[in-house]
């Protein structure tokens, strides 16, 4: 089968035939058998680039997998194989997943525990982008922060995968939703989506764009902040902080770890969660597990959709590693078996 397969650390975005292109895309990868009597084989349809893969192969993220895997996380897909204890799929089922490794292939073996069933109505290759991105958001606001209606959210990286995903579970709840994003394109989109304000970080200061916003519509300040940025926009986003505020630690796209500082959020009453969504498999599988299923009914009902920016086949897999490294992705960029490369911002 073909496959992408990591063999060194580095950038995943060098062309595949650059000397040290850590990423080759073998056509002659083995077909994964069935390890248990509860395991499925997957036939892989679509597979999401989320920003930790790219993270995973420059060897900058934080579990280090040994050298040689198959990358990818959360795919889409259709079942090709089921071992004999299987009872709750058969061959032919929409399903979808995440697993630490190995989607970036055209199969994977995972047990039936970890599997999706794709409702009626969603897109299969939508689902194979929403368990990592939106999955993490909505148990970030939902579960964790309990966002509720009226309430000022403000999201920085707000056009990016997690980002867009906080958008429109922000709006699901009904708060007030701030973004944060880089140039006209992105802010464009973004207020489409219906968000209340929008702030250009290459042009404007957060801090007067959000106080200005807030002073218009009477509101104190930001209730819940959504940060998969770090450094310097969350230093200056702590500022618009309202009193019980919620900060959001979700990642470090700007590769700079924020500091918090503990003396502010005694005086302020702030929470500052600490989100590590895929380790809830193994903590709280049924928070992970309940908020998979709301989001697919979710999808099927088109109460939230998933804008796929970029798509590319599994052979050009260092083109959508550059599309994520660059900034241009719009929500999502796929893999998708046997696609054209695609982009549709
Ligand atoms: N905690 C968890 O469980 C969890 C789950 C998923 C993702 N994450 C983390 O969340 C972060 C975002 O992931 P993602 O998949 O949404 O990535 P993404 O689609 O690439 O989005 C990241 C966004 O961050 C902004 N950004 C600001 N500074 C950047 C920089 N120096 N380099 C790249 N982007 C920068 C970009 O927006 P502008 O260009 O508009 O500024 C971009 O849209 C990553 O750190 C990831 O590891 C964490």
Redo the contacts with the bound molecule.
Sequence with gaps: MEAVVCTKLGDPSLPLTDQDAPIIVSSSHPIPPLTSATSVRVRVVATSL???NY?QILGKYQEKLPLPFVPGSDYSGIVDAVGDSVNSFKVGDRVCSLADVGSFAEFIVTDQKNLFLVPDGCDLVAAGALP??FG?SHVALVHRAQLKAGQVLLV????????LSAIQIGKVCGAVVIA????TE?LQFLKSMGVDHVVD??KESVIDSVKSFLKTRKLAGVDVLYD????K?TKESMKVLNWGAHIL???????EVPVVPANIALVKNWTVHG????SHRIHRPHVLIDSLNELLQWLSKGVISVNISHSYPLSKANLAFAT??D?K?LG??MLVMGASPKAKL
């Design positions: 989320n920003f930790a993270l990592v991105a993490t920085l990286g707000a056009a990016g995968g997690v980002g944060v994003a880089r140039g992105k970080s290459s998969p940025v770090g450094g926009l630690i979700i990642g470090f796209a700007s590769g989100l590590y969504w895929g994520l490294k900034r992705v999502k960029v």
